[in-house]
Structures are given as structure tokens and as C-alpha cells.
């Protein structure tokens, strides 16, 4: 009896240890879960520190979201329309037409690029490149809308693209998709595209050169000397067959000052209205660097010593002295490297495709030789791309927050049907090990991402627009004939009203609306949608917008506000009459609400509404 009795104590014992382990260690998950989700809390009210500017892939357009929060703020329409934001809808806006003229009105976004001054983030502008089109676009960060569009001739994939440092001098942008060298299909020679200068200010392509092979990522020396590219495929072949006969493919440094001369002697060919540099002729412009094949990222780290090329097809980075050119070391990091990023430690961060990890290595053992330069690793989820620290690309990284940029989501999320969501994680990176904070979904498909501290930028935002020229004032808004088939418009609006808030037109009439919200109180955007016209605008407080419509079928059409602004919301509207086309009606009076029929008085036979 005694002796059931000690075994049952025993197995008590066990059960307690076994059970005390268990609940420790869920414990222990809870609290470290628990100590995560505090550091990316952002309380309701709070502002998060950073902002981070997310390529939006073939969603065209740049997602703006809080670091570490990772809350979504803002998407910027690009170079795809924007019904929420009234972008590029209607054939006659001026933004569609500038779609229109420099590739269509859809792009492939993928490297977002902030302005430096003195090799850090200044918060005026951010450019993103257009794959799909060899477009450029550059987003004013004082109002976070898009204010320049350019086609870039004689290059045809615009790939990777970074600003010089260190005060933004060019933006670089790199031809990915080679072409024969003078365009035509008929040219037998080797297919070759360029990297293009583009004027930060002007937004003018200012000269080009030609690079062998395909040009994929770029960044730029600290002290404005080189801009550097991977290239793969010097093999110049047309399929992936023939893209990896060589063993190895090449880092490209062109030498900035180097080429400004040759520009300035006359040394370039001009086509389609740029100069082209091409590198048999001008020695010294260009370097290619041995690399291994089929590299993918280029980073210069925050001091400017080194500039990194990533392997992809092998397990290493590539080292090479900025200033010799030579490649002083070639570390193994893991499998599938793409992409490296820095903190403000001496430490490198490089994305593992294959391994679905991030591998943290400390610089300056890697060039020493030193066995233990691997300082950490840490798994994502999946197939990571691109990787950003906040600050990496500049000269001052932060070494607090890191973002994975991931390809797959696998099960991370609800389901949603087979297009599942892209899938973001934040890494602790501000201690010796990483520690994984937080993912969020975003919709297609991010690819980099670049951060600027909210202390920097936020004061530089405006929440009501300055006074445009043809804004239309309170009190002075018109309906004009200005011919017998044209009108235009110039209305008003402000809680919750529009004026005039009825007008009247006739069959085959264009009319041109100026709109303007005459709000001074910030928030208080005013939409106008006109059914049935494929007519969306919204109107930050201040903004101005002219656009030229055709007037439709007979009928009344009521517009009204699509953004919601005041108890009375619902009942901002007008109607605008579309009389038939042998209608007697010439103009509406409307500060009378009277219709006016035959000869007005005093009012020529083209007519004039006031």
C-alpha cells in the first residue's frame, strides 16, 4: 500500500514538473508576443515614427505606411487612375492625357527613392520607376501627390533607379531590357540598352550611357562619384539558355564627373535628343567589375566605403573598395542572396530567397577574413525579396526597425481566393539578435520600400493647398457660352454646397469645368461625381481642378459630393440640364433659376451665361 502510494506521489510530481515546464514556456511566448506587439502598438491619437514609402508593383502606384505600426495611410496614384482620389479617370484629365502621352495608363512600380540633402533624407520629393513603360515619376511630398511624369528614350524596362548622393543631383535609371543599338529591328549587332542621368529639378534626361548586357539594380557612391548597376547576362543571349553560358557577369561603375566631361566635349551621340555615351569610345566612363553570375542587389554602405553586390545564383556577396574599384572580400551569407541592407553598427543585413531568411553579418570581419562575421539569422515568411532598414540607403541608419518585403504569404492570412495578399514583416533589428514584431498584408505587389522619419517630413506636409491661379473664388463663379457649342464652368465648393448648384447645356456641347474647394479648414475634401459622364473628382481644401467633358444625351444629371463632409452631405448636389440639341434655350440664369430663351440683351449671339 505504502508502496502504490509513493508511485502515485511520484507520478504527481511528474505530471506537476511537466505541467509547471508547459506553462512556463507558454509564458514565456505570451510575454515575448506580448513584448512584440508593444513595440509596434501606436495608440489611437499617436503618430507613428516613421514613414515608409512601399512600391506598389503592378498596382501602380506607391503605398505610404506608418513604421512600426505598419498601418496603410495613403496610396498614391501613380501611373494607374485612382477613382478614389478622382486620378487620371476621364480621357480629357489633364493627368490621363499625361498618362496617355508617356506610356499608358498603367505602370509597374519598384524602387522608390527619397531626396538627399548632404546624404540624408530631406522630405521634399520621392521618385519611383516605371518597369513597364521606361517611365520616371516624381511625387511631391508636400502635397504626397504625383507632380512629373517622363518617358525616357532610348531605354526600354526602367529597372533600378537611385539618386545621386549626396544631394540628389541625378536619378539614375537603369535599362533593363536590351535593344539593338540603334533601335532598329533590322540591326544584326548585339542587342545593349543605357543608363540614364535625369535632372532631379528639371526632370530632363541630361545624357545616357551604354552598358553591355542587362542593367539591373542601382546605387550611387556617398560623394557623387560613381553610380553603380548589376548586370547579368553579358552573355547578350535571348533566352535563359543562352543568358548563363558565361561564369561570371559584372558590376558596372560609371564615373559621373567623367561622363559630365565627355557630355560637355561633345563626345556623345545624340538620339531621339540625348546624348549617349558610349564606352569604347570615351575610356574611363565605364568599369565592369567581375562578379558572380546573375547578380541581383547593389548597396553602398552608409559609410561609402563599399559597395556590395548580391549573388542570387551564388551563396555570396561580392565587396568591392568604392574608391579602388577591386573587390576586397566574397563572404558566404546563405542561399539565393538578393538584396543587403545596414544598420548605424557596422552590421549588413542581406535577404535569403531560398533560405526564406534574413542573415545579419558584421562588415568589417568579412573583409578581415574572420570566421565569425555571421552574427544572426532569422526565418520569414516566404521567399523574401527586396529588405529595408530605416536609413539604410542613406548615410545615417537608425538600426531600430527592419522591413521584409516577402514574395509568398502562404497561410499568414484569412484566406481570400488563390491571389493571396503580399505578406510585410518588421524586424527588431536594434539589439545582437532579431526578433520578428509584426506582419501586415498589403495589396499587389510590393516590391522596396524606403523610410523618412516623421520628424523630418511631417512638418514639411500641407493639409490645404496654396491658391492656384485659376482657382475659382467664393462669389465669383460663372457658366459661360464661349461658343455655340462650348461652355465652361467655374464652380465653387464648401459644405455643402456647390455653386452654382444647377446649370443648363445642350446636346454636343464640351463643357470645362474649374473646380476649386474653397475650404480653409484641413480634412475637408470635397468630391464631384457626375453620373453617367464617367466624371470623379476629389478636392483637398484649396485644390483646383480643370477638366473638359462632353455634355451626353438629353437630360438632367445631378451631381453630387462623394466624400462624406457634413450632416448634410446627402444634400450636396446640383443637377446639370442637358437640353436637346435644337433646344431655343441659349444659357441658364442661374443666380435667378430662370431659363432664358431666344436673344438675351446685350449678350452677343454666341452667347455669354453669367
Not at 548632404?118 to 520607376?129: A, E, H, K, M, T
Request: one cysteine or more; hydrophobic letters at 40%.
Amino acid at each position: 500500500m505504502k508502496r502504490n502510494s509513493f508511485i502515485v506521489i511520484i507520478i504527481v510530481l511528474v505530471l506537476a514538473g511537466l505541467l509547471g515546464m508547459w506553462t512556463g514556456k507558454f509564458g514565456a511566448a505570451r510575454s515575448a508576443r506580448a513584448a512584440a506587439a508593444e513595440q509596434v502598438y501606436v495608440a489611437p491619437g499617436e503618430h507613428d515614427k516613421y514613414y515608409g514609402f512601399l512600391s506598389g508593383g503592378q498596382s501602380g502606384s506607391v503605398f505610404v505606411v506608418g513604421i512600426p505600426s505598419g498601418r496603410l495611410l495613403r496610396e498614391v496614384p501613380v501611373f494607374e487612375p485612382r477613382a478614389a482620389y478622382g486620378y487620371a479617370l476621364h480621357a480629357n484629365d489633364p493627368q490621363r492625357q499625361l498618362l496617355d502621352r508617356t506610356g499608358g495608363a498603367w505602370g509597374d512600380t519598384h524602387h522608390p527613392v527619397l531626396s538627399e540633402k548632404g546624404g540624408l533624407y530631406d522630405g521634399r520629393f520621392l521618385w519611383v520607376n516605371d518597369l513597364a513603360n521606361g517611365r520616371l515619376a516624381r511625387i511631391r511630398l508636400d502635397y504626397f501627390e504625383t507632380d512629373s511624369i517622363i518617358k525616357i528614350p532610348n531605354l526600354q524596362g526602367a529597372h533600378g533607379i537611385a539618386a545621386v548622393s549626396p544631394d540628389t543631383k541625378y536619378i539614375v535609371v537603369n535599362g533593363e531590357f536590351e535593344q539593338p543599338a540603334d533601335g532598329l529591328v533590322t540591326n544584326p549587332a548585339p542587342y545593349t540598352s543605357v543608363v540614364a542621368f535625369v535632372d532631379a529639378v528639371s526632370m530632363e534626361v541630361k545624357f545616357e550611357v551604354e552598358v553591355p548586357g542587362n542593367i539591373d539594380i542601382a546605387d550611387t557612391s556617398k560623394d557623387g562619384r560613381h553610380a553603380f548597376s548589376t548586370i547579368y547576362n553579358l552573355e547578350q543571349g535571348r533566352d535563359m539558355g543562352s543568358m548563363i553560358q558565361f561564369d561570371r557577369d559584372a558590376l558596372a561603375a560609371i564615373d559621373i564627373p567623367a561622363a559630365e566631361a565627355a557630355v560637355a566635349a561633345g563626345k556623345g551621340r545624340v538620339r531621339n535628343g540625348v546624348p549617349i555615351l558610349f564606352p569604347d569610345e570615351n575610356p574611363g566612363v565605364l568599369t565592369l567589375v567581375p562578379v558572380p553570375k546573375n547578380p541581383h542587389g547593389v548597396n553602398v554602405t552608409p559609410d561609402g566605403r563599399y559597395v556590395m553586390a548580391s549573388g542570387k545564383l551564388s551563396p555570396t556577396v561580392t565587396i568591392v573598395d568604392t574608391k579602388t574599384l577591386k573587390i576586397v572580400a566574397e563572404p558566404e551569407v546563405g542561399l539565393g542572396p538578393l538584396h543587403t541592407t545596414f544598420d548605424n553598427r557596422g552590421n549588413a543585413y542581406t535577404s535569403l530567397f531560398l533560405d526564406s531568411q534574413v542573415v545579419k553579418w558584421n562588415i568589417d570581419k568579412a573583409v578581415s577574413g574572420a570566421a565569425d562575421y555571421i552574427v544572426d539569422r532569422i526565418n520569414v515568411h516566404y521567399n523574401i525579396g527586396h529588405l529595408q532598414a530605416v536609413g539604410g540607403e542613406s548615410m545615417a541608419p537608425t538600426g531600430d526597425y527592419l522591413l521584409a518585403l516577402n514574395k509568398l504569404s502562404k497561410d499568414q492570412y484569412l484566406p481570400v481566393g488563390p491571389d493571396l495578399p503580399e505578406n510585410q514583416e518588421i524586424i527588431d533589428i536594434s539589439g545582437e539578435k532579431m526578433k520578428m514584431l509584426a506582419s501586415f498584408p498589403t495589396p499587389p505587389e510590393p516590391h522596396d520600400a524606403v523610410f523618412c522619419p516623421a520628424k523630418i517630413l511631417a512638418p514639411k506636409v500641407k493639409q490645404v493647398y496654396a491658391t492656384a491661379g485659376n482657382a475659382v473664388e467664393a462669389g465669383k463663379e460663372s457658366v459661360v457660352r464661349t461658343g455655340p457649342d462650348t461652355v465652361t464652368v467655374r464652380m465653387s465648393m464648401i459644405r455643402s454646397a456647390y455653386t452654382p448648384d444647377h446649370f443648363e447645356v445642350r446636346e454636343g456641347d464640351t463643357i470645362t469645368f474649374t473646380l476649386t474647394n474653397v475650404e480653409t479648414i484641413r480634412d475637408m475634401i470635397h468630391g464631384f461625381a457626375l453620373p453617367d459622364h464617367n466624371l470623379h473628382v476629389a478636392l483637398p481644401p484649396g485644390a483646383t481642378k480643370t477638366i473638359t467633358i462632353e455634355a451626353g444625351k438629353p437630360g438632367v444629371y445631378w451631381y453630387y459630393c462623394t466624400n462624406f463632409c457634413s450632416a448634410l452631405h446627402l444634400e450636396m448636389r446640383g443637377r446639370m440640364v442637358v437640353q436637346p440639341k435644337d433646344s431655343t434655350i441659349t444659357l441658364s440664369d442661374w443666380k435667378s433659376g430662370q431659363n432664358v430663351t431666344g436673344p438675351v440683351p446685350g449678350v452677343p449671339s454666341t452667347g455669354a451665361q453669367q
